[in-house]
């Protein structure tokens, strides 16, 4: 059977239930927000207790990465992505969260074939890309600096 795009997008929008946008909206703001709070918290939390500005600047995104990286092991960063959508994809939570999700998804395939390998799959891209921009800026930084 040919189908044709316009076809599709009516059988979807037929059998697909309607979003609710504005209950969305609400959900990723409020949560987003919250996780954008907690890294200020961390952050007055890490200068109170007297440690330098390199320190702290290390030390939030560290506690925000483990902190994803716990929920999702404890398989409660779903539940609440399942409520907050766009709202768990904050940067550095998102990013925690879509390196140890197929890790814990494959982990009886091996540590080496399940674990390593699927950990990369999607991070593996975007640390390719930052890793090549990287060098890439830094040749041409070298060279205007050398003229």
Not at 48 to 60: F, Y
Not at 115 to 124: D, H, L, P, R, T
């Amino acid at each position: 059977m040919k189908m044709t795009a316009k076809t599709y997008g009516e059988l979807v929008s037929k059998v697909s239930p309607p979003s609710p946008k504005i209950k969305d909206f609400i959900g990723a703001f409020l949560i987003g927000g919250l996780i954008c709070v907690s890294g200020q918290l961390l952050q007055d939390f890490y200068t109170a207790l007297s440690l330098s500005d390199k320190a702290v600047r290390m030390a939030v995104p560290s506690t925000l990465v483990f902190l994803s990286a716990l929920l999702t092991g404890l398989n409660l960063y779903q539940k609440i992505a399942k409520h907050a959508g766009a709202g768990t994809l904050v940067p550095i939570t998102g990013f925690a969260n879509a390196m140890v999700s197929p890790a814990i998804e494959f982990k009886n395939e091996g540590q080496v074939l399940g674990v390593g390998a699927k950990m990369f799959g999607i991070a593996g891209p975007v640390l390719v890309f930052g890793i090549s921009a990287s060098v890439i800026y830094g040749i041409i930084l070298c060279l205007i600096r050398l003229f």
